[in-house]
């Protein structure tokens, strides 16, 4: 099942800056377990935001569930989830 999925960030100015740091390094980590394997297809940088879209080719919707909410930065996201589905124009 594919998904298109923005991530919007937003982390609290005053987050102590070791947290942070050790967050967003778990977050690297566990983005790239996962595109690697082959359920986080593709990443995307939102210009000028603290923001990506994503595209996630995972079994099941409670799959896909998991993954989000096991991102580090999950407390800090704002998340829109598309289901995508085949276009009968694609070559």
Not at 14 to 34: C, F, G, N
Request: no cysteine; net charge negative.
């Amino acid at each position: 099942m594919l998904f298109a999925v923005r991530m919007d960030v937003d982390l609290p100015r005053d987050l102590d800056p070791v947290v942070r740091q050790e967050t967003v390094a778990r977050e690297k980590a566990y983005s790239q377990d996962l595109q690697r394997s082959g359920e986080w297809r593709h990443i995307w940088r939102i210009v000028g935001q603290y923001s990506n879209v994503s595209i996630f080719d995972v079994a099941s919707n409670e799959r896909l569930h998991e993954i989000l909410w096991g991102l580090p930065l999950f407390p800090y996201m704002t998340i829109e989830v598309t289901p995508l589905a085949s276009h009968p124009s694609a070559i």
